[in-house]
């Protein structure tokens, strides 16, 4: 990809949430837009950084440890990992990423929490009844959130959610409603929550970060 092409795609991508944040009476600075850079090589994060990206959100520690150490110098760029993590790859993952959007147990918690240091964390609420879905149940936040809270390493700073994937925006809204009260009823102020193709909706719902692959890179190669 030229970096021409990604210059477009982004300016696309920040006119959208410039237009989603009007709609809704928002400020677009209140919105981070994390650049999904899963199934893409080191070099397209760092073009993405050239043009002034600074959060990236990937998926499996394996594939981010690889392209890590092409990216060190990249300074104040933030790594989010947005994929499940399994309990055997905290050790690495507290290694690579600044925050972790998808804690959905008490045990996962814990375990990042014994890395002794401060890390920022967000749950990943599981809101359909998907059986390949990730996350915890909203009926287990309230414990999850009481635990994590008593964790002295853990930031708990909000809660994330990948509804069923629909290309109909009118679908995935009512889960991004969910989310946004399930973040007010539990006083947390950042939500995860919007992709490429329903960002504007998710924005509309009270998203502060959402989540975008395909609208700036392109298709991913299966
Ligand atoms: C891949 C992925 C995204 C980005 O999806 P696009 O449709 O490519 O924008 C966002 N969130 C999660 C959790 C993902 O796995």
Redesign the pocket.
Known sequence: MTTEMLRERLETVEQRIAQAAARAGRSPSEITLVA?T?KFPARTIRQAYDLGLRVF?E?YVQEFEAKFPALRDLTGAEFHL??HLQSNKTRSALELFQVIETVDSEKLARRLDQGAKPLEVMIEVKLSHEESKSGADPAALPALIESIRACPNLNLAGLMT?PPWSDDPHLTRPYFRQLAALAREHGLRKLSMG???DLEAAIEEGATHI?????LFGP?TK
């Open positions: 999904v899963k959100g998926n947005i994929g990948m992709m490429s193709h989540r975008v692959g395909t609208a991913r």
